[in-house]
């Protein structure tokens, strides 16, 4: 019997990506097409314009040489669900446990907002163009492909089409529900115990639960938005590899020395690397017990983008304390090393605020079991490549990370188990566990010396610190009358 394929398309700022993958999660084969984006004179400083008509191009240049069956491009919308099909949506008063901060769970479109920035129209024609009927990730679309379509993209009219999701909600769809009863000393851990950390230009960090539970600075919960039947709870950083990407470029000398032996060294394929053996090389030099110390007196608050969580305040600034006027290459390793901790830092925060949530949930009789406590990270995303950012996420949250078997694309693969949910028909959770895997030599576990779990407490209290600093330093001016 013909084994069945699944197309997936995710589609980014700056190109369309799809894969072809077989029924066991095996990425068959890929393909990347640019998306063009036009600057006009007259616009907006910061304003940019991409072409609806480009992006449809791109998907056609993307898939004609995949088939089978396709996912829908990433969905771009919010909406509250209020009309699902065949999902168990809860009343106002399930929603909210009584708490009305939660009931736009149990809402739709927010007629306010659409005023708030000008699109009454949509109010008054009670939403027919963007749509007020919703279907679940991973629910078949109408008939599945149309004729025109199917003629554009090389593919067969009636090709089953599921609904779309979010590309960060893919991803951890493409990693959460992968077996780890087998893999090393992780034993069984339960979805709602699992972390999905989507590192890239910024970072997403996603949380599921069986009960909603409300943690400030943390958008959600909202149910069913990634796995059916579970709430998601969605933290994140407004810059993680931009800022990695900004360190880098600020010790520009030495950058430019490090592109140079790069380009003259056998067997190493990036900066990244370079930059790991020189931490190695120098705290062997220091005669540190490990590489992490040698950022003992240097401090970096990695919200130059402002937090997205767990304080949720876009005004806040990125901080460093211990700097010289040294722009070498051992210079500038040691700040990525402290801008790589920082990182780590703030997932810790992140985790202890859901925790916090979740145990206030459980006082007050409303939560199952432990959920909310993570036991497991699973990353994805470009920074799931870099050994030292990996390491340090493990070692500063005390937890294993994982990441996917030959390095899959966690966010296609997430969309290629909506494809297969739709034309299956199949319970997602078990199409999750059958494509996603993790290998024995893919997790990491935390250095549990007692010396570096000291050092990193004590860095994570001059990380907070650094937060009530510029709080402080805020105060000061606005009271000073000079604000």
Known sequence: MASNHYLSVDVGTGSVRAALWGQDGECLSRSVCPIRTWTNEGMPEGSYEQSTRDIWNSIKRSVKHLCMSLCTLTCKWTYIAHD??????????EATNGDTTNVRLAKGWNDSFWCSIGLECLVNEEYKRIGTKVQVPGRSVGLGLSERAAVELGLTPGTPVATGIIDAHAGGLGMLGAD???VGSLGDVPLTSRLALIGGTSSCHMMSSDTPLLVPGVWGPYYSAMIPGLYLNEGGQSASGALIDYVLHSYPGAYRELEDQLNHTKGITSVHQLIESRLTSLSHQKGLPSLSHLTAHYHVLPDHHGNRSPLADPTLRGMVSGLSLGQSV??????????MQALAYNTKHIIEAAETSSEETQKEGKGKGREGTVKVLFICGGLSSNP????????ITGLPVVVLSDNRDAVLLGSAILAATASTGEDVSLIMARMSSIDQDKVIYPDKTPSLVRFHQSKYKVFKFLYEDQYKYRRIMNEGGVM
């Open 84 to 93: 699902v099909e065949d999902t168990t949506v809860p009343s106002n008063d």
């Open 180 to 182: 780890t009863s087998q």
């Open 330 to 339: 051992d210079d500038l390793s040691i700040a990525y090393l402290a801008t």
């Open 388 to 395: 030292i950012f990996l390491h340090t996420q493990s070692d």
